[in-house]
Nanobody
Framework: QVQLVESGGGLVQAGGSLRLSCAAS????????MGWYRQAPGKQRESVAT???????NYTDSMKGRFTISRDNAKNTVFVQMNSLKPEDTAVYYC???????????WGQGTQVTVSS
């Protein structure tokens, strides 16, 4: 099993910044993709950004240019720097990890990000 623990959420004014961190522990060998998803009230969970062990990055279009994902493979940690935050970015942000073999997926408990106008 893999445990994912997020940190860094909170309340910020529109235009502000937050940095989320996620540390993976347990059976972390074989984890390929790590990343972030979010779910706003009444909406489906959506991808924010993902990064592979080799550094291949994918962003959802609405986050490009504002969010930056990074990863420390040695520490099994993934980060997302979120700038120019908007009220519509308010959501619970979930850390995500996927194994290369079999594609087993893991999710964190989520961290709340609230952007006030």
């Amino acid at each position: 099993q893999v445990q994912l623990v997020e940190s860094g959420g909170g309340l910020v004014q529109a235009g502000g910044s937050l940095r989320l961190s996620c540390a993976a522990s347990g059976r972390t060998a074989g984890i390929d993709v790590m990343g972030w998803y979010r779910q706003a009230p009444g909406k489906q969970r959506e991808s924010v950004a993902t990064i592979s062990r080799g550094g291949n990055i994918n962003y959802t279009d609405s986050m490009k240019g504002r969010f930056t994902i990074s990863r420390d493979n040695a520490k099994n940690t993934v980060f997302v720097q979120m700038n120019s935050l908007k009220p519509e970015d308010t959501a619970v942000y979930y850390c995500y990890a996927k194994r290369f073999v079999y594609g087993t997926e893991y999710w964190g408990q989520g961290t709340q990000v609230t952007v006030s106008s």
